[in-house]
């Protein structure tokens, strides 16, 4: 997760200064969501307009904010926050969200309020994925989080989802590369994208390069309900990889051939091949910012999948890049990392630590022409 002071999507050489993050600022209004400002119901103020953007991805699995000032080739972090609620918990088997799971989320939506509110943030764009879409009282949270909160989230498609997810991530991509197959594995569901062509600019917008993209029904939430996530053998593994393989098919069908291009590689962004990069490097606490932007080769990737599958439930979730939240979706999202590998043989895999809420605020920010005019006026 990105860290306070960190400047994100920043394509200049390591060490270029960004601007130094303001202090939150008494005037400006707290943000309700969608882009707009808004006023907290519950705690109404009157301000006048900041700098900082907020960004907001509640998932299947969990609850994501940024809160981020714009920096001259990029943005820079001034809050984060990330707590897995599971959401989504149960969605397997039936198709309504759980009252445990709405009360947890809740209560990591209200942390995430006082958050924005304690940054000034401005602009915010609050948005719910794959469990809100699929569950049968998804409308009814979403009412219930606007009425007990004030906050407005804004449950997007599949289309939307994966275009946010190539946004947040694409700036890593090899620019040499003449195709990327980006994707980002979730709790519920799986994005997948093709871009086509050399980056001219990391500013850019990348969805432009979009050649094709899916969004695949499984997530390592709903993978590991169906198949169990504790104990598998490496005949439950293969079940769960032929499950996806057979998702993944009209996707490889359409772009298959890019895996032929010079300089083709894979760019993941998801805390299965995060995960995976942090066991790579041994790390003994996860650190982002070693992780985010690091490259595995094919063979390293398929060592510590082999590893994960002969490591017992209580060791990976001892491990300090999974931990006990994880332990048991771990290896469903290499299950998923999987089919996507042979389907998309690389010699390269680019790990992100960065997504759909990156993605949000490089569009609320080029919406606002920031780098344009060098930040809001």
């Given at each position: 997760m990105p860290v306070k002071d960190?400047?994100?999507?920043?394509?200049?050489?390591?060490?270029?200064?960004?601007?130094?993050?303001?202090?939150?600022?008494?005037?400006?209004?707290?943000?309700?969501?969608?882009?707009?400002?808004w006023h907290g119901r519950h705690h109404p103020r009157y301000f006048q307009n900041g700098h900082s953007y907020a960004a907001l991805d509640l998932g299947t699995n969990n609850c994501r904010l940024l809160v981020a000032e714009p920096a001259p080739y990029g943005f820079r972090v001034m809050d984060a926050f990330s707590r897995i609620v599971r959401l989504g918990e149960g969605l397997g088997f039936a198709n309504r969200l759980s009252e445990a799971a709405i009360e947890r989320t809740i209560e990591a939506l209200r942390i995430c309020k006082h958050k924005m509110e304690h940054r000034s943030a401005s602009r915010a764009r609050l948005v719910a994925t794959e469990a809100c879409r699929l569950a049968d009282n998804g409308a009814a949270f979403v009412a219930r989080v606007n009425d007990e909160l004030g906050m407005e989230l804004e449950v997007v498609d599949r289309r939307t989802e994966a275009y946010l997810a190539v946004t947040g991530c694409a700036a890593l991509a090899d620019p040499r590369a003449h195709?990327?197959?980006?994707?980002?594995?979730?709790?519920?569901?799986?994005?997948?994208?093709?871009?086509?062509?050399?980056?001219?600019?990391?500013?850019?917008?990348?969805?432009?390069?979009?050649?094709?993209?899916?969004?695949?029904p499984v997530g390592v939430v709903t993978l590991a309900e169906r198949h169990g996530g504790v104990d598998v053998t490496r005949a439950a593994f293969e079940a769960m990889v032929e499950e996806v393989t057979d998702l993944l098919g009209p996707f490889e069908l359409a772009v298959g051939s890019a895996a032929y291009l010079p300089e083709f590689h894979l760019l993941g962004t998801s805390g299965t091949v995060t995960t995976v990069g942090g066991i790579h490097l041994r790390l003994p606490r996860y650190d982002r910012r070693r992780v985010d932007g690091m490259w595995m080769n094919d063979s390293d990737v398929t060592k510590v999948i082999d590893d994960l599958l002969d490591t017992p439930f209580d060791q990976r979730a001892a491990n300090p890049c999974i931990g006990r939240d994880r332990a048991d979706l771990v290896l469903a999202g290499c299950a998923i990392l999987e089919a996507i590998r042979r389907a998309f043989p690389a010699?390269?895999?680019?790990?992100?630590?960065?997504?759909?809420?990156?993605?949000?605020?490089?569009?609320?920010?080029?919406?606002?022409?920031?780098?344009?005019?060098?930040?809001r006026g």
């Open positions: 960190e400047v994100v999507a920043q394509p200049e050489p390591p060490g270029q200064n960004a601007p130094v993050s303001a202090p939150p600022s008494p005037h400006a209004p707290p943000c309700h969501g969608n882009g707009r400002p195709a990327v197959v980006i994707f980002d594995i979730g709790g519920g569901s799986t994005e997948i994208a093709c871009l086509d062509g050399k980056a001219a600019s990391p500013l850019q917008d990348p969805t432009k390069r979009i050649r094709a993209w899916d969004s695949l010699d390269r895999l680019r790990i992100a630590d960065r997504g759909l809420r990156e993605g949000i605020l490089m569009n609320l920010m080029r919406e606002d022409g920031v780098w344009r005019r060098g930040g």
